[in-house]
């Protein structure tokens, strides 16, 4: 069974920064393309930034030129790296990985807030 741990989530002040982790395992993680999603409470679950097996990124519009997912496939770990953080960011924030199935993260919860 795939598993999928997030850590890194926390309060921080706007205009912080986060660096979330997912630590994948029983996969072959290099296959899998991975993604982080959020949800906000009361809205729907979104894709904030994908990066596929070959290294090909997509972001969520709110999320360009402050959001950077990479993935290190010798450590079976996706990162995103969040800079200049906004109230709106607010969110559990689950992690993703996705070959013929897709599996979640518990998720990691992000509070931006002063």
């Known amino acids: 069974q795939v598993q999928l741990v997030e850590s890194g989530g926390g309060l921080v002040q706007p205009g912080g920064s986060l660096r979330l982790s997912c630590a994948a395992s029983?996969?072959?993680?290099?296959?899998?393309?991975m993604a982080w999603y959020r949800q906000a409470p009361g809205k729907e679950r979104e894709l904030v930034a994908s990066?596929?097996?070959?290294?090909?990124?997509n972001y969520l519009d709110s999320a360009k030129g402050r959001f950077t997912i990479s993935r290190d496939n010798g450590k079976n770990t996706v990162f995103l790296q969040m800079n200049s953080l906004k109230p709106e960011d607010t969110a559990v924030y689950y992690c993703?990985?996705?070959?013929?199935?897709?599996?979640w993260g518990q998720g990691t919860r992000v509070t931006v807030s002063s």
């Open positions: 993703n990985a996705e070959y013929q199935f897709s599996y």
């Open positions: 029983r996969m072959v993680f290099s296959i899998y393309d």
């Open positions: 990066i596929s097996s070959s290294g090909r990124t």
